[in-house]
């Protein structure tokens, strides 16, 4: 049976996502395996893309720092809600902002399936009550929260 896309936010201002973002939880890619302190900075362009700076620590919190650098590009017509990221060319991945908070302190990506998605917070912490509202709207847009697995970041 397959599922509806999930929805998404309304609108990203683009200038107020960009920065740093600390990975909360996700569904467990292979790109990331062993991967603790996950962060991702988003830094605009002035040529209609948004540079992306994936970092993370290997085996440990204090493991090797490993790193990879893409573009995201905003599909026309969908208020930047909808990119697509190209880490290797000429591949391109869905990124869908799905939810996010009003000032910008957290958002979740997903893309058109339900076999992907983020959790991102601007802090390496995310308050009991935020996740609880954040997990609640997931299980509402029909994901599976037992496929979560937490971030360490220290």
């Known amino acids: 049976m397959s599922q509806n896309p999930p929805t998404v ?3 990203v201002d683009l200038q107020k996502y960009a920065g740093r973002w600390y990975e909360i939880a996700s569904y467990p890619m292979s790109f990331q395996k062993d991967c603790y302190c996950v962060t991702a900075d988003y830094t605009l ?7 992306v700076y994936n970092s993370c620590r290997k085996g ?3 493991g090797k720092p490993k790193s990879i650098t893409g573009k995201a590009f905003p599909v026309k017509g ?6 697509k990221v190209q880490f ?3 591949f391109k991945a869905d990124y869908w902002v799905i939810d996010k908070a009003e000032d910008y302190s957290w958002a979740v990506v997903s893309g058109p399936s339900h076999k992907y998605l983020w959790i991102l917070s601007r802090t390496p912490d995310m308050p009991k009550k935020t996740w609880e509202y954040i997990t609640g709207r ?7 929260l037992a ?3 937490m971030m360490v970041h220290k």
Do not use: C, H, I, R
Request: charged letters at 30%.
């Open 138 to 144: 997931l299980v509402k847009n029909g994901f599976d």
């Open 78 to 83: 969908t208020n930047n809600v909808k990119l």
């Open 147 to 149: 496929k979560l697995k």
């Open 9 to 11: 936010t309304d609108a």
């Open 88 to 90: 290797f060319w000429p």
């Open 45 to 51: 362009t002035d040529k209609g893309y948004v540079k």
């Open 60 to 62: 440990s919190v204090n």
